[in-house]
């Protein structure tokens, strides 16, 4: 009776341990597959990581680049002003537009312009505009004007 009980054991023990074995097999099976999964989002992240640490060094570089253009175009602008002031100053003491005779004769026509307008504006004020004054010129009077052609 002993290997009767002992087989029996012996048979129980070993269904309990193959459903065991598949339990635990599959809980391990699901413990290695989320393993692998933790192990790729973690490569992918470090890639992650040096993908972007290269593109803020390469945008630091172009911002660099483009600074120093910037300078360059700045220093280059600054030049160009103060030859430019140079050449404009030299020219307009060097050569003047009229020679010094045409000019001398143009102040005394000017003096003598604004003489002539001076009193000219000082006898317009001393008379009202005609449209105000006793006798109207008619350019507004409100009156119906005649058709002369018919249709």
Excluded: W
């Amino acid at each position: 009776m002993n290997v009767v009980i002992a087989l029996v054991i012996f048979i129980i023990g070993g269904i309990g341990g193959f459903f065991a074995n598949r339990l635990l097999s599959s809980t391990s099976q699901e413990q290695r597959k989320l393993a692998d999964q933790v192990n790729k989002s973690e490569a992918a992240l470090d890639q992650y990581k040096l993908d972007v640490a290269e593109h803020l060094e390469s945008s630091a570089k172009l911002l660099d680049q483009m600074n120093n253009t910037c300078q360059t175009a700045m220093k280059q602008m600054q030049e160009s002003t103060q030859l430019l002031q140079k050449a404009t100053t030299v020219e307009v003491e060097g050569m003047p537009f009229f020679s010094a005779e045409t000019q001398q004769q143009l102040a005394q026509t000017a003096t003598l312009r604004h003489q002539k307008r001076a009193s000219e504006a000082a006898e317009a004020m001393t008379e009202a505009p005609l449209d105000y004054s006793g006798n109207p010129s008619g350019l507004f009077a409100d009156q119906k004007q005649k058709v002369t052609t018919t249709v």
